[in-house]
T-cell receptor
Framework: DTEVTQTPKHLVMGMTNKKSLKCEQH?????MYWYKQKAKKPPELMFV???????INESVPSRFSPECPNSSLLNLHLHALQPEDSALYLC????????????????FGSGTRLTVV | DAKTTQPNSMESNEEEPVHLPCNHS???????IHWYRQLPSQGPEYVIH???SNVNNRMASLAIAEDRKSSTLILHRATLRDAAVYYC??????????????FGQGTILTVHP
């Protein structure tokens, strides 16, 4: 399995709803990322987890709550979102080869397209 | 984060080579140069990366200037499937083993049949 899988692919939610986005990878990658991408803009980093611990929070509002319950799973819990939070949410993982640090890269999922109404 | 500068857009004809430039004059000695592309409605896809030497893989070639202040992604024979946004990124390690990617605006590549 060489993929990062994100579910659902599409999500429509009201401003009072609570929903969660899910990201899975079974490649043994120990760093995982959430990015947000608005239409016609580049992806923006939100959170980074390393070995299931939050290591970077790019000043993301608290209505976005990440969780990493195990090394294969990354969740993004959503609550009281605003219409301007509508975007493509991307998950990624980082891989490297211990004996060759030059061999590394990031694998991205296809994203969850979120619409807040 | 060290910045990169890319043209907003480029055009190519199918089966012709494409050279996508990237300037990164503030690159530091340990920054890897990464290229990713994003097709419509998909997540970014790894293309190639390098540190100092030119690199080749099945998708593309990466030519890095001797002073490392610029690089060029080379698609040897463009196909319609290569139409995408191409991002040149300096990987920021932030003192960690995993680092992060900070995306710039990228280059929109259009390929004409």
């Amino acid at each position: 399995d060489t993929e990062v899988t994100q579910t659902p692919k599409h999500l429509v939610m009201g401003m009072t709803n609570k929903k969660s986005l899910k990201c899975e990878q079974h490649m043994g990658h120990r760093a995982m990322y959430w990015y947000k991408q608005k239409a016609k803009k580049p992806p923006e980093l939100m959170f980074v987890y390393s070995y299931e611990k939050l290591s970077i929070n790019e000043s993301v509002p608290s209505r976005f709550s990440p969780e990493c319950p195990n090394s294969s799973l990354l969740n993004l819990h959503l609550h009281a979102l605003q219409p301007e939070d509508s975007a493509l949410y991307l998950c990624a993982s980082f891989y490297t080869v211990v004996r060759d640090r030059g061999f590394h890269g990031y694998t991205f999922g296809s994203g969850t397209r979120l619409t807040v109404v | 984060d060290a910045k990169t500068t890319q043209p907003n857009s480029m055009e190519s004809n199918e089966e012709e080579p494409v050279h996508l430039p990237c300037n990164h004059s503030t690159i530091s000695g340990t920054d890897y140069i990464h290229w990713y592309r994003q097709l419509p409605s998909q997540g970014p896809e790894y293309v190639i990366h390098g540190l100092t030497s030119n690199v080749n893989n099945r998708m593309a070639s990466l030519a890095i200037a001797e002073d490392r202040k610029s690089s060029t992604l080379i698609l040897h024979r463009a196909t319609l499937r290569d139409a995408a946004v191409y991002y040149c990124i300096l990987r920021d390690t932030g003192g960690t083993s995993y680092g992060k990617l900070t995306f710039g605006q990228g280059t929109i590549l259009t390929v004409h049949p």
